[in-house]
Protein backbone atom coordinates (compact mmCIF):
# COMPACT_ATOMS: atom_id res chain seq x y z
CA UNK A 1 0.00 0.00 0.00
CA UNK A 2 1.51 3.46 -1.00
CA UNK A 3 1.64 5.76 1.82
CA UNK A 4 1.74 9.41 2.15
CA UNK A 5 2.15 11.22 5.54
CA UNK A 6 2.37 14.76 7.09
CA UNK A 7 4.04 15.88 9.97
CA UNK A 8 1.29 17.42 11.64
CA UNK A 9 -2.39 16.45 11.89
CA UNK A 10 -2.88 20.00 13.85
CA UNK A 11 -0.65 22.96 13.85
CA UNK A 12 -1.30 25.93 15.40
CA UNK A 13 1.06 29.12 14.71
CA UNK A 14 1.07 32.62 15.13
CA UNK A 15 0.97 35.48 12.26
CA UNK A 16 4.23 36.39 10.96
CA UNK A 17 6.15 32.94 12.10
CA UNK A 18 8.00 30.81 9.26
CA UNK A 19 5.59 27.42 9.32
CA UNK A 20 7.47 23.89 7.63
CA UNK A 21 5.23 21.53 6.65
CA UNK A 22 6.52 18.29 5.94
CA UNK A 23 5.33 15.46 3.78
CA UNK A 24 6.94 12.11 2.53
CA UNK A 25 5.85 9.43 0.41
CA UNK A 26 7.19 5.62 0.46
CA UNK A 27 6.59 4.33 -3.11
CA UNK A 28 8.96 6.15 -5.22
CA UNK A 29 6.81 8.23 -6.82
CA UNK A 30 8.10 11.65 -9.20
CA UNK A 31 5.43 13.29 -8.73
CA UNK A 32 4.06 15.14 -5.32
CA UNK A 33 1.59 17.66 -4.58
CA UNK A 34 0.82 20.37 -2.37
CA UNK A 35 -2.86 21.66 -2.04
CA UNK A 36 -5.01 23.59 0.11
CA UNK A 37 -8.62 23.09 0.47
CA UNK A 38 -11.18 25.37 2.01
CA UNK A 39 -15.28 25.26 2.43
CA UNK A 40 -17.12 26.36 -0.77
CA UNK A 41 -13.58 26.32 -2.87
CA UNK A 42 -12.25 22.78 -3.07
CA UNK A 43 -8.91 21.87 -3.99
CA UNK A 44 -6.78 24.55 -4.76
CA UNK A 45 -2.89 23.57 -6.05
CA UNK A 46 -0.49 25.51 -4.66
CA UNK A 47 2.78 23.47 -5.89
CA UNK A 48 3.65 20.59 -7.34
CA UNK A 49 6.88 18.84 -8.00
CA UNK A 50 7.66 16.16 -10.62
CA UNK A 51 11.47 15.55 -9.62
CA UNK A 52 14.20 16.13 -7.34
CA UNK A 53 14.65 19.93 -6.98
CA UNK A 54 11.88 20.63 -9.64
CA UNK A 55 9.05 22.56 -9.49
CA UNK A 56 5.92 24.43 -10.50
CA UNK A 57 3.52 26.58 -8.85
CA UNK A 58 0.02 25.92 -8.64
CA UNK A 59 -3.02 28.26 -9.04
CA UNK A 60 -2.13 29.58 -6.07
CA UNK A 61 1.62 29.90 -5.39
CA UNK A 62 1.57 33.59 -3.25
CA UNK A 63 2.89 33.39 0.06
CA UNK A 64 4.25 29.61 -0.58
CA UNK A 65 7.38 27.89 -0.99
CA UNK A 66 8.65 24.26 -1.68
CA UNK A 67 11.86 22.21 -1.08
CA UNK A 68 12.07 18.79 -2.73
CA UNK A 69 15.86 17.71 -1.98
CA UNK A 70 14.82 14.16 -1.69
CA UNK A 71 12.16 12.08 -3.91
CA UNK A 72 10.36 11.06 -1.23
CA UNK A 73 10.54 14.05 0.83
CA UNK A 74 8.65 17.39 -0.61
CA UNK A 75 8.17 20.48 1.82
CA UNK A 76 5.83 23.52 1.91
CA UNK A 77 6.84 26.50 3.51
CA UNK A 78 4.88 29.31 4.92
CA UNK A 79 7.58 32.16 4.94
CA UNK A 80 5.52 34.33 6.81
CA UNK A 81 2.38 32.92 8.43
CA UNK A 82 -1.25 35.46 7.84
CA UNK A 83 -4.59 34.46 9.13
CA UNK A 84 -6.11 33.56 5.56
CA UNK A 85 -3.22 30.94 5.10
CA UNK A 86 -5.18 28.98 7.82
CA UNK A 87 -6.69 26.12 5.87
CA UNK A 88 -6.19 22.58 5.46
CA UNK A 89 -3.36 21.59 3.70
CA UNK A 90 -3.30 18.41 1.62
CA UNK A 91 -0.10 16.57 0.22
CA UNK A 92 0.05 14.13 -2.43
CA UNK A 93 1.67 11.90 -4.83
CA UNK A 94 1.71 9.97 -7.94
CA UNK A 95 3.86 8.07 -10.46
CA UNK A 96 5.51 10.08 -13.10
CA UNK A 97 5.50 9.48 -16.96
CA UNK A 98 2.94 12.12 -18.81
CA UNK A 99 -0.49 11.35 -16.56
CA UNK A 100 -2.76 8.06 -16.47
CA UNK A 101 -1.71 7.37 -12.96
CA UNK A 102 -3.39 7.55 -9.40
CA UNK A 103 -3.45 10.45 -6.79
CA UNK A 104 -2.81 9.32 -3.58
CA UNK A 105 -3.03 11.47 -0.68
CA UNK A 106 -1.49 12.19 3.21
CA UNK A 107 -4.11 12.68 5.97
CA UNK A 108 -3.71 16.23 5.84
CA UNK A 109 -2.29 18.97 8.16
CA UNK A 110 -5.45 21.82 9.83
CA UNK A 111 -3.69 24.76 10.05
CA UNK A 112 -4.59 27.25 12.01
CA UNK A 113 -2.94 31.23 11.83
CA UNK A 114 -3.68 33.39 15.09
CA UNK B 1 -7.80 25.80 -17.85
CA UNK B 2 -9.24 22.28 -16.99
CA UNK B 3 -12.79 23.30 -15.20
CA UNK B 4 -14.75 20.30 -12.72
CA UNK B 5 -18.50 20.44 -11.99
CA UNK B 6 -20.08 18.61 -8.83
CA UNK B 7 -23.79 18.55 -8.81
CA UNK B 8 -25.43 18.24 -6.13
CA UNK B 9 -23.43 19.83 -4.00
CA UNK B 10 -25.47 17.80 -0.94
CA UNK B 11 -27.38 15.39 -0.98
CA UNK B 12 -29.64 13.22 1.53
CA UNK B 13 -31.18 9.93 1.26
CA UNK B 14 -32.48 7.02 3.37
CA UNK B 15 -30.66 4.20 3.50
CA UNK B 16 -31.31 1.57 1.24
CA UNK B 17 -31.37 3.55 -1.71
CA UNK B 18 -29.42 3.83 -4.73
CA UNK B 19 -28.08 7.01 -6.19
CA UNK B 20 -26.32 8.42 -8.53
CA UNK B 21 -23.63 11.23 -8.24
CA UNK B 22 -22.09 13.53 -11.20
CA UNK B 23 -18.89 14.89 -12.39
CA UNK B 24 -18.75 17.01 -15.73
CA UNK B 25 -15.58 18.63 -16.57
CA UNK B 26 -14.78 20.65 -19.76
CA UNK B 27 -11.54 19.50 -21.46
CA UNK B 28 -12.11 16.13 -22.61
CA UNK B 29 -8.34 15.62 -23.22
CA UNK B 30 -7.88 13.56 -20.06
CA UNK B 31 -6.05 10.70 -18.64
CA UNK B 32 -8.20 9.41 -16.48
CA UNK B 33 -10.85 10.68 -14.02
CA UNK B 34 -10.91 10.00 -10.48
CA UNK B 35 -13.08 9.25 -7.64
CA UNK B 36 -12.32 9.83 -3.75
CA UNK B 37 -14.24 9.96 -0.75
CA UNK B 38 -13.42 12.41 2.06
CA UNK B 39 -14.58 12.08 6.07
CA UNK B 40 -14.56 15.20 8.15
CA UNK B 41 -11.58 17.00 9.03
CA UNK B 42 -9.35 13.71 7.00
CA UNK B 43 -7.80 13.42 3.94
CA UNK B 44 -8.73 11.72 0.78
CA UNK B 45 -9.37 7.88 0.05
CA UNK B 46 -9.21 6.81 -3.53
CA UNK B 47 -12.12 4.83 -4.84
CA UNK B 48 -12.06 3.99 -8.44
CA UNK B 49 -9.83 5.30 -11.02
CA UNK B 50 -11.09 5.61 -14.88
CA UNK B 51 -8.63 5.67 -17.67
CA UNK B 52 -9.60 7.45 -20.49
CA UNK B 53 -9.73 4.28 -22.68
CA UNK B 54 -12.15 2.82 -20.49
CA UNK B 55 -15.93 3.45 -20.07
CA UNK B 56 -16.73 2.14 -16.26
CA UNK B 57 -14.96 0.56 -13.33
CA UNK B 58 -16.57 -1.12 -10.21
CA UNK B 59 -15.62 -2.35 -6.85
CA UNK B 60 -18.26 -3.62 -4.99
CA UNK B 61 -21.36 -1.49 -4.70
CA UNK B 62 -19.31 1.63 -6.48
CA UNK B 63 -19.74 1.94 -10.15
CA UNK B 64 -18.27 4.89 -11.92
CA UNK B 65 -18.71 5.43 -15.46
CA UNK B 66 -16.84 7.65 -17.91
CA UNK B 67 -18.12 9.44 -21.26
CA UNK B 68 -15.14 11.60 -22.81
CA UNK B 69 -16.74 12.96 -25.29
CA UNK B 70 -19.54 14.82 -23.17
CA UNK B 71 -17.76 15.51 -20.68
CA UNK B 72 -19.13 13.47 -17.59
CA UNK B 73 -18.64 10.75 -15.30
CA UNK B 74 -20.91 9.44 -12.34
CA UNK B 75 -20.58 7.38 -9.45
CA UNK B 76 -23.26 5.23 -9.20
CA UNK B 77 -23.76 3.58 -5.14
CA UNK B 78 -25.85 1.04 -4.60
CA UNK B 79 -27.92 -0.25 -1.50
CA UNK B 80 -26.45 2.86 0.48
CA UNK B 81 -25.48 3.21 3.98
CA UNK B 82 -25.09 5.21 6.74
CA UNK B 83 -21.33 4.64 6.92
CA UNK B 84 -21.69 5.80 2.75
CA UNK B 85 -22.29 9.22 4.43
CA UNK B 86 -19.32 11.40 3.38
CA UNK B 87 -17.95 13.88 0.82
CA UNK B 88 -17.17 12.57 -2.84
CA UNK B 89 -15.26 14.16 -4.86
CA UNK B 90 -14.12 13.18 -8.37
CA UNK B 91 -10.63 14.48 -10.19
CA UNK B 92 -9.62 14.69 -13.85
CA UNK B 93 -6.27 13.89 -14.65
CA UNK B 94 -4.67 16.17 -17.87
CA UNK B 95 -0.79 15.77 -17.61
CA UNK B 96 0.68 16.07 -14.31
CA UNK B 97 -2.11 17.98 -12.94
CA UNK B 98 -4.75 16.84 -11.38
CA UNK B 99 -8.33 18.99 -11.65
CA UNK B 100 -10.79 18.73 -8.33
CA UNK B 101 -14.45 19.24 -8.38
CA UNK B 102 -16.04 21.01 -5.04
CA UNK B 103 -17.63 17.80 -4.28
CA UNK B 104 -21.01 16.32 -3.35
CA UNK B 105 -21.53 15.73 0.67
CA UNK B 106 -23.83 12.80 0.76
CA UNK B 107 -25.92 12.23 4.08
CA UNK B 108 -27.43 8.36 4.35
CA UNK B 109 -30.59 8.80 6.93
CA UNK B 110 -30.96 5.16 9.13
Known amino acids: DVKVTQSSRYLVKRTGEKVFLECVQD?????MFWYRQDPGLGLRLIYF???????EKGDIPEGYSVSREKKERFSLILESASTNQTSMYLC?????????????FGPGTRLTVT | KQEVTQIPAALSVPEGENLVLNCSFT??????LQWFRQDPGKGLTSLLL?????REQTSGRLNASLDKSSGRSTLYIAASQPGDSATYLCAANTGNQFYFGTGTSLTVIP
Open chain 2, 50 to 54: IQSSQ
Open chain 1, 27 to 31: MDHEN
Open chain 2, 27 to 32: DSAIYN
Open chain 1, 49 to 55: SYDVKMK
Open chain 1, 92 to 104: ASSPGGGGGYEQY
